[in-house]
C-alpha cells in the first residue's frame, strides 16, 4: 500500500507542477503584454519636441484667430477639438468610435455655441450701451459708438478650426506614444518641452522685432509681471501637468471634452463674483456641455470595464489548456488503482478458501 501511496503522491505532484507550470507561463504572456517599457531619455526628448512643436502650433492658432475674427467664433471653432480628437483617436485606435461618444461631442459643440453665443449677445449689447454713453458726453459721432467688424473672419474661422486639429494631434499623439502615466517621468518630460521653448522659440521675438510685425517690449507695470508670473505657473505649468496626467489615466476625449467645462465655468464666475445675470442660453449651453462630459465618461468606464474582463477570459483561457492534463492524470491514478483493489481482493479471497 506504501508503494501504491507513493505513485499516487508522484503523480499528483507531477500534475500540480505542470498545471502551476502552465499557469506561471500564461500569466507570464499576459503580463508582458500588458506591461511596456518605460520611455528612454532619447524618446522622451523626441516625443517632448513633437509636443512643444505641436502645441505652440495650437496655441499660436488659437490666439491669431482673435485678431481675425470674433471671439464666439473662435471658441465655438476651437471646440470642435473633440470631433479631431475623435477622429484621429479612432484611426490610431487610441478611441474606440462608437455613435454615443459622437453625440457627446456634438453635444458639447452645440453647448459651447450656445454659451458663446449668449455671452457674445449680452457682452455686445453692454458694449455697445456704454459706447453710446461715452460717445454722447465726449460729443462725438453716433456712427463711431459701433462695434468694429472682424476684418478677415474666413482666414480667422481657419486658423481657429486649425488649432482644434493641432490640438487632437497631439493629444493622441501622447496617448498613442506613452500610454500609461508610470512609463513617462513627467518632470523630465516638461522640462524638455522649456528646454526646446528656449531654444527654439524665444529667437522668433527677435525676428518679430526687427521685421516689425511686432515690436517686443517688457512690462512696464509690476502687476503685469505678477499677473505673468502666475499665469506661468498655474495657467501653463500645473495646468498641462494634471491635463497630461489625466489624459493618461483617462482617454484624450474625455480630456477635450473636460476642457469645454472652462468656457461655462467662466462665466458662472462672473455670476458669483460680479453679479452678472445670464439668460436661458446659457444654462442650456453649459447642460449641454456637462452631459457631453458625462457621458463620455460613462462610456469611458464601461469600456474600461469590459477591456478588464476581456483580460480575465484570455487568462481564464490561456491557463485552460493545464485541465484536461490534469483530468488525464487523475483518471490514470483512478485506473491504477482500482485495478490494484481488485487484485489484492481477489488474493484475499483465495487466502480465505
Not at 502645441?55 to 471671439?71: D, E, I
Not at 449689447?125 to 463711431?144: K, P, R, Y
Not at 501637468?241 to 464666475?269: C, D
Not at 463620455?296 to 477591456?307: D, H, R, T
Request: aromatic share 10%.
Amino acid at each position: 500500500m506504501s508503494q501504491e501511496a507513493s505513485i499516487d503522491t508522484t503523480a499528483a505532484r507531477s500534475s500540480s507542477s505542470n498545471s502551476s507550470a502552465l499557469e506561471r507561463g500564461s500569466a507570464h504572456s499576459t503580463s508582458s503584454l500588458l506591461e511596456e517599457p518605460p520611455l528612454t531619455y532619447h524618446e522622451i526628448a523626441e516625443l517632448s519636441f513633437t509636443f512643444c512643436i505641436l502645441w505652440f502650433a495650437a496655441n499660436w492658432a488659437t490666439n491669431a484667430s482673435l485678431a481675425y475674427t470674433t471671439v464666439a467664433s473662435s471658441t465655438i471653432l476651437a471646440s470642435m477639438s473633440g470631433f479631431f480628437t475623435l477622429a484621429i483617436g479612432a484611426i490610431l485606435k487610441t478611441e474606440t468610435f462608437s455613435v454615443f461618444k459622437l453625440i457627446a461631442v456634438c453635444a458639447s459643440v452645440a453647448g459651447v455655441a450656445l454659451v458663446s453665443e449668449s455671452d457674445r449677445g449680452e457682452s455686445g449689447t453692454n458694449n455697445f450701451m456704454f459706447s453710446v454713453f461715452e460717445t454722447a458726453s465726449a460729443g462725438l459721432a453716433e456712427d463711431s459708438a459701433k462695434p468694429t467688424s472682424p476684418s478677415a473672419p474666413l482666414f480667422g474661422d481657419f486658423l481657429a478650426l486649425m488649432s482644434a486639429m493641432f490640438y487632437g494631434c497631439y493629444t493622441v499623439l501622447l496617448k498613442l506614444r506613452i500610454q500609461n502615466e508610470s512609463r513617462v517621468n513627467m518632470s523630465l518630460f516638461f522640462g524638455f518641452v522649456g528646454l526646446f521653448n528656449i531654444v527654439l522659440l524665444w529667437p522668433m521675438f527677435g525676428v518679430l522685432h526687427w521685421t516689425g510685425i511686432e515690436p517686443f517690449e517688457l512690462p512696464s507695470d509690476t502687476k503685469v509681471i505678477w499677473m505673468i508670473g502666475v499665469n506661468a505657473i498655474v495657467g501653463t505649468f500645473v495646468s498641462d501637468y494634471l491635463w497630461l496626467l489625466s489624459m493618461l489615466m483617462t482617454s484624450p476625449l474625455v480630456v477635450t471634452l473636460g476642457l469645454s467645462l472652462t468656457i461655462p465655468l467662466a462665466l458662472l464666475g462672473d455670476v458669483l463674483g460680479y453679479g452678472r445675470v445670464l439668460g436661458a442660453a446659457y444654462w442650456i449651453g453649459a447642460g449641454l456641455v456637462l452631459a457631453g462630459f458625462f457621458g463620455v465618461n460613462g462610456v469611458a468606464l464601461s469600456e474600461q470595464n469590459e477591456e478588464a474582463e476581456r483580460q480575465k477570459e484570455v487568462a481564464i483561457h490561456s491557463a485552460a489548456p493545464c485541465t484536461p492534463a490534469a483530468v488525464a492524470a487523475s483518471a490514470l491514478i483512478s485506473e491504477e488503482r482500482g485495478e490494484r483493489e481488485a487484485l489484492l481482493l481477489s488474493r484475499t479471497q483465495s487466502q480465505v478458501n
